[in-house]
């Protein structure tokens, strides 16, 4: 039998979090550990354009972050909408364990993460400044997202959230003392309006873990996870005998059956760990691929089945 999965995260740029995760695990660290240095990774990568530095911006110019983190005992955090800090998923994490709360906002968050000692620094980067900027002048959105679907792979890879670049991370991991924890940090989506907050930060939307089960995290267009909340529904199925694939298929076909049509051009990406070690996922539309990292340290990238083709 093949070695049991202890981390997964979505896209392949989740090959390099989970080498940060799994060396963390190596110097005994925790699942929260490992899924809060794996989002650290991306977070840091100002090549990735949908998450921290580097993150393309809303439509007013301003790069605000999503991030939230979940432990296997109902242990929570969340930042929406946060500004001049890079690492949200760090933020995320100090909200759980320093604050009576599970979430904050905005200027709240900011000023939270300022008194936790987390530096300020300018998030956005010349090349999502120019990208902003070329979008300013039709300024028109239009929430595209990572897929092979023939629409968005019309628009070039140049196209910001197009194909070929990058995506929000969803993280899983199974520590050495087999429990579990998720994180998942995000910029959003491209331009959007200026206090927009996708799934990404939103427990039960973007991540949800359980231990007794297993979790689960969303990448794509977060008002469609967050209609059918994602992460949680596929947890659920899990619960109910579904294998980690059969359990994203279920809840991307729910989506679809809810929205027809209206989910045609959209994409959804549900990825998910069980307890027992196997990883699975399904989408909307073809494209989305995720990093599988074995107990013995392998890590391969897997293609997503999809509803679309
Ligand atoms: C969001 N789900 O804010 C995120 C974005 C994403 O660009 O996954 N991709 O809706």
Redesign the pocket.
Known sequence: AAAPVIMVSTWDFGAAANAAGVSARANGGSALDMVEAGGRVAEADESNS?VGLGGLPDRDGRVTL?ACIMGWNGDIGAVCALEDIVHAVSVARRVMERTPHTMLVGEGARTFALEQGFETQNLLTPRAEAAWREWLRTANYAPR?NSENADWRAQGPATP?GPGNH??IGLLAIGADQRMAGACT?S??AFKMRGRV???PIIGA?LYVDDEVGGAT?????ED?VRVAGAHAVVEAMRHGRDPTAACRSVIERLARLRGRKVAASQVALLALDKQGRAGAFALQPGFTFAVTDAAGRTRIERAGSLFE
């Open positions: 949908s999503d997202v959230g995506d929000t995000t959003g989506m996708g799934d990404s973007g969303a990448t794509g267009v977060g996870v």
